[in-house]
């Protein structure tokens, strides 16, 4: 029997629970006054408690917002935000019966994967959120076996991964702070104070390319990636020029988003080895296996990483078994949170694989929960978590946790964060 199924049938039977406004609630909620309709972001009780037996799932919030992108972000698949085409986040609260909270973000991006702001929205309102009313919050993976008999995992992966991650999210957060933690000692590590940043370079001139490493620069970054996976000669000219300006010593790398086939890969991975970049990210399509696996022959110095292919742990082990990559890319929103993402740690770590880290643009709680991960398990490569340097706010109460090119993270309970419910009403929007 696998993992999956085995935790399907040990996992507890859930309680019942309603959706009203946005908000899931307990059948003992339901007994009270009736909901004005309104999607509630009253404050709620935060405090770490030494023990949370007998505590329950009582409700899950779900804010669908949009946040403004500083520039335009675009990658082999297209268009993924501007400051006329906000991207779409959509943030979770899980609050128990004693009103102790986790907050989780998904962020979907339509022309990277099938998920929509609609479909996020509509997956944790109507069968997510659901099966997690009336449970137990510390049992994250009885959590994640029921969502899987909600939105059931297949050939594409675990199923809804987004909508998933934001929930997983939520869960950690809220055991930490049961349990008065940090999710880093959930895991068995030790907290980081913080996570490096790669800063990602959009523009496609040379001149472009020189103002936004100028930029990073002066923000306190010193490595720099770029998305490629397009025409040969236009990345040839974009990956010289992101040479040209950037510091000696400073990490490189590229990422196609599955934008090459096999003979557009060889052909441009020589330019990358010769310009000293570290790393290629997803030069493939997916269920390219075996072309992968002839790339990473050619590739030298330059590690072959997977990004996009990994729909779950036995992508990972195929690509292991046939020596295809040198590294993988954690990212919360491609497999469905942080549980899966610490499943993927143990395998590329046994496999002596490199880690990196990488994420959607997001704007408060990703990042830190992506950041958190990468710093308690010791990623040593900048992460490419953009969030910051793309969109146009944070909604995380005192804004980006940024310092000179870093994510700084606080030793608190859960994920240590605190969002700013003003900007969550601000940036709302009606799904």
């Not at 050619?298 to 990483?305: D, K, Y």
């Not at 919360?332 to 942080?338: A, E, T």
């Not at 740690?345 to 046994?350: D, F, H, Q, S």
């Not at 940024?402 to 700084?408: D, N, S, Y």
Request: aromatic share 6%; net charge neutral; charged share 25%.
């Amino acid at each position: 029997m696998d993992r999956r199924k085995f935790l399907a049938r040990a996992a507890a039977a859930l309680g019942g629970g309603i959706l009203a406004a946005g908000r899931l609630e307990s059948r003992e909620e339901q007994r009270g006054p009736p909901n004005s309709g309104r999607l509630k972001t009253e404050p709620v009780k935060n405090e770490p408690v030494k023990n949370e037996k007998g505590r329950k799932i009582a409700a899950v919030d779900v804010f669908p917002i949009q946040i403004p992108f500083c520039r335009e972000f675009r990658t082999s698949g297209g268009l993924i935000g501007s400051p006329t085409m906000p991207g779409p986040h959509v943030y979770v609260r899980i609050v128990t019966d004693d009103g102790s909270a986790g907050w989780g973000e998904g962020r979907p991006a339509r022309t990277w994967s099938y998920e929509t702001l609609e479909t996020v929205v509509s997956t944790s309102r109507k069968y997510l959120g659901p099966a997690l009313v009336g449970r137990d919050p510390a049992d994250i993976p009885g959590a994640r076996a029921a969502m899987d008999r909600e939105i059931a995992p297949g050939s594409c992966g675990v199923g809804q991964p987004v909508a998933k991650a934001a929930m997983d999210t939520a869960l950690w957060d809220l055991k930490g702070k049961l349990l008065g933690v940090n999710v880093a000692e959930l895991w068995g590590r030790k907290p980081g104070d913080g996570q490096v940043l790669s800063f990602t370079v959009c523009g496609s001139s040379p001149d472009a390319i020189r103002a936004e490493v100028e930029e990073g620069l002066a923000a306190g970054y010193r490595n720099f990636n770029c998305k490629i996976g397009r025409a040969y000669e236009d990345d040839r000219r974009e990956i010289e020029a992101l040479r040209r300006w950037t510091p000696e010593g400073a990490f490189l790398w590229a990422d196609a988003n599955r934008g090459y086939r096999l003979p557009e890969a060889l052909r441009i991975l020589p330019v990358l080895r010769d310009l000293g970049f570290g790393a290629l990210e997803q030069p493939l399509p997916d269920h390219h296996g075996h072309e992968l696996a002839e790339l990473r022959k050619a590739s030298g110095p330059v590690r072959i990483l997977v990004d996009e292919a990994l729909g779950d742990v036995d992508d990972l082990r195929n690509f292991i078994r046939l020596g295809a990559i040198h590294g993988v890319t954690l990212k919360l929103g491609r497999m469905g949170g942080i549980s899966p993402n610490l499943d993927v740690l143990e395998i590329a770590r046994g496999a002596g694989l490199d880690i990196f880290l990488s994420g959607l643009t997001e704007s408060g709680v990703a990042l830190v929960a992506a950041s958190a991960l990468g710093a308690a398990f010791g990623v040593k490569f900048p992460a490419a978590l953009n969030g910051p340097q793309l969109l146009a706010e944070s909604v995380l109460a005192g804004g980006w946790p940024v310092k000179e090119g870093k994510v700084v993270l606080r030793p608190r309970p859960g994920l240590g964060v605190d969002v700013d419910e003003a900007a969550l009403g601000r940036l709302a929007v009606k799904v």
